[in-house]
Nanobody, 116 residues
Framework: QVQLVESGGGLVQPGGSLRLSCAGTGFTFGVYVMSWYRQAQGEKRELVADITRGGDSANYADSVKGRFTISRDNAKNTVYLQMNNLKPEDTAVYYC?????????WGKGTLVTVSS
């Protein structure tokens, strides 16, 4: 059974940092592109970042470029999102995502709240 489980969310002050993790099970993690999405209350879900199978290349939304870094450890079946210089507009539920065997797979999400 394919599962994606996020962790690491929480409350942080503006300018602070958090690192999100997503553990994948039930599939061969290292052969799939992995992505982070987020959804703020009342907004559409948006792509934050994705990373190639080997971790050698990544893409970022313009709003997070220079502040967020996506990485992966295929030996641990885990993808990370390091978030620095967080802003109130980064407040959202963050979801891990992969298209596994043609099906869209999502984790349940982890809430990130940026507030003073």
């Amino acid at each position: 059974q394919v599962q994606l489980v996020e962790s690491g969310g929480g409350l942080v002050q503006p300018g602070g940092s958090l690192r999100l993790s997503c553990a994948g099970t039930g599939f061969t993690f290292g052969v799939y592109v992995m992505s982070w999405y987020r959804q703020a209350q009342g907004e559409k879900r948006e792509l934050v970042a994705d990373i190639t199978r080997g971790g050698d290349s990544a893409n970022y939304a313009d709003s997070v470029k220079g502040r967020f870094t996506i990485s992966r450890d295929n030996a641990k079946n885990t993808v990370y999102l390091q978030m620095n210089n967080l802003k109130p507009e980064d407040t959202a539920v963050y979801y891990c995502h992969a298209i596994v065997r043609g099906l869209y797979r999502w984790g349940k999400g982890t809430l990130v709240t940026v507030s003073s």
